[in-house]
C-alpha cells in the first residue's frame, strides 16, 4: 500500500529563516512526487513536482529514494508562505490514485 | 475561464437527511476525484471515476454515493448513513493519470 507521512503537523519559523517541511513516503516501485500548498481563502494548488525539478517561490524539493524521502525547503522564509503543506504521491502501483499526507502548517512570523 | 466548479461553498442540513455537493468541470479531463479535508487528517480519499459511467470506492466511501453520467460532472451525495458528515469536502480533477490535480474551491458541509 502507498503512504505519506508527514510528522510535523505545525512548524513555526520568522521572517528569513530556512524551512523545511518533512515528507516521507512508502511505495513500491517509482512513485511520482508532489507538494499541493493551500494558502488562507485559496483553493488547493500544486507547488512542484519532482520531475520537473523546478523551483517554485524559492521552494525546492528533492526525491531521496534510499531514504523514501521528498522534504520540501526553502533557505529564507517569507510571510506570505504561511499556508497548510500537503505532501502527495501517486504510481501505478495504485493505478495513479493520488494518496496525500496529512498535512504541515507553515506559519512565517515577521 | 476552465477550472473546477464546486457548489454549494457552504450547507447546513439536519442529521437524517442526504445532500448532493456539486462538482463540475470544463477542463477535459477524464479522472475526477472526492476528497474530504479534517484538521490533522489531510485529505482522505472517498470516491474517484477515471472514465464516465464507472467510479470506485476510495479509502473513507461508506456513507457516501456518486455518479458519473457526464464526464464533466462528479456529484458526490453524503447520505443519512455516514456517522460524521460535518467536514470540507474537495473534488479535484486530472487530464492525465498520476498528473497535476486541479481543486474546486470545496464546500463546507455542517450537519446540526
Known amino acids: 500500500a502507498q503512504r505519506v507521512t508527514q510528522p510535523e503537523k505545525l512548524l513555526s519559523v520568522f521572517k528569513g529563516a530556512p524551512v523545511e517541511l518533512k515528507c516521507n513516503y512508502s511505495?513500491?516501485?517509482?512513485?511520482?512526487l508532489f507538494w499541493y500548498v493551500q494558502y488562507s481563502r485559496q483553493r488547493l494548488q500544486l507547488l512542484l513536482r519532482?520531475?520537473s525539478r523546478e523551483s517554485i517561490k524559492g521552494f525546492t524539493a528533492d526525491l531521496n529514494k534510499g531514504e523514501t524521502s521528498f522534504h520540501l525547503k526553502k533557505p529564507f522564509a517569507q510571510e506570505e508562505d504561511s499556508a497548510m503543506y500537503y505532501c502527495?504521491?501517486?504510481?501505478?502501483?495504485?493505478?495513479?490514485?493520488?494518496?496525500f499526507g496529512r498535512g504541515t502548517s507553515l506559519i512565517v512570523h515577521p | 475561464d476552465g477550472g473546477i466548479t464546486q457548489s454549494p461553498k457552504y450547507l447546513f442540513r439536519k442529521e437524517g437527511q442526504n445532500v448532493t455537493l456539486s462538482c463540475e468541470q470544463n477542463?477535459?479531463?477524464?479522472?475526477m476525484y472526492w476528497y474530504r479535508q479534517d484538521p490533522g487528517q489531510g485529505l482522505r480519499l472517498i470516491y474517484y471515476?477515471?472514465?464516465?459511467?464507472?467510479?470506485q470506492k476510495g479509502d473513507i466511501a461508506e456513507g457516501y454515493s456518486v455518479s458519473r453520467e457526464k464526464k464533466e460532472s462528479f456529484p458526490l451525495t453524503v447520505t443519512s448513513a455516514q456517522k460524521n458528515p460535518t467536514a470540507f469536502y474537495l473534488c479535484?480533477?486530472?487530464?492525465?493519470?498520476?498528473?497535476?490535480?486541479?481543486f474546486g474551491e470545496g464546500s463546507r458541509l455542517t450537519v446540526l
Open positions: 479535484a480533477s486530472t487530464g492525465l493519470a498520476g498528473r497535476e490535480l486541479f
Open positions: 477542463l477535459n479531463h477524464d479522472a
Open positions: 511505495y513500491s516501485g517509482s512513485p511520482e
Open positions: 519532482h520531475i
Open positions: 471515476s477515471q472514465i464516465v459511467n464507472d467510479f
Open positions: 502527495a504521491l501517486s504510481g501505478p502501483g495504485g493505478s495513479y490514485i493520488p494518496t
